[in-house]
C-alpha cells in the first residue's frame, strides 16, 4: 500500500500515525503475517508490505482486490492527526488540535 503526502511537511504527521503496528492491527482480520513500512525518499512517501493478505497471491486470490488498492482505501479511514494551525491553513479537519 503506498501512501503519499501531499507535501512534504504532512509526512512526519503520517509517519507517526501510520506505524507497523497500527497498519498491523487495523489489518488484523486480512493480514496473517508481519507489516514492514518502507521510506521513499524524495517522494514524501511510504510504502506498506502486508505479508500473508492477498490469500494465495495476486493471480490465485477469491479477495476482490488482490493487489491492494481496496487495502489502499480502507486505510484511508485512519485518521492523521495533524496541530490545529496546519489544519486550518490547508483547510484539513484537525483531529487532534494542539
Do not use: W
Not at 504527521?13 to 513500512?37: M, Q, W
Amino acid at each position: 500500500i503506498g501512501v503519499i503526502a501531499r507535501k512534504p511537511e504532512y509526512l512526519p504527521y503520517i509517519r507517526s500515525a501510520l506505524t507497523e503496528e497500527t497498519v498491523k492491527d487495523y489489518f488484523a482480520h486480512l493480514c496473517n503475517g508481519p507489516v514492514e513500512r518502507f521510506e521513499l525518499p524524495g517522494t514524501h512517501a511510504l510504502n506498506f508490505l502486508l505479508h500473508d493478505s492477498l490469500g494465495g497471491g495476486g493471480i490465485a486470490s477469491v479477495r476482490i482486490d488482490p493487489q491492494g488498492k481496496g487495502f489502499a482505501q480502507m486505510l484511508l479511514d485512519i485518521q492523521i492527526p495533524v496541530p490545529a494551525d496546519l489544519a486550518a491553513r490547508d483547510g484539513l479537519n484537525a483531529s487532534n488540535p494542539s
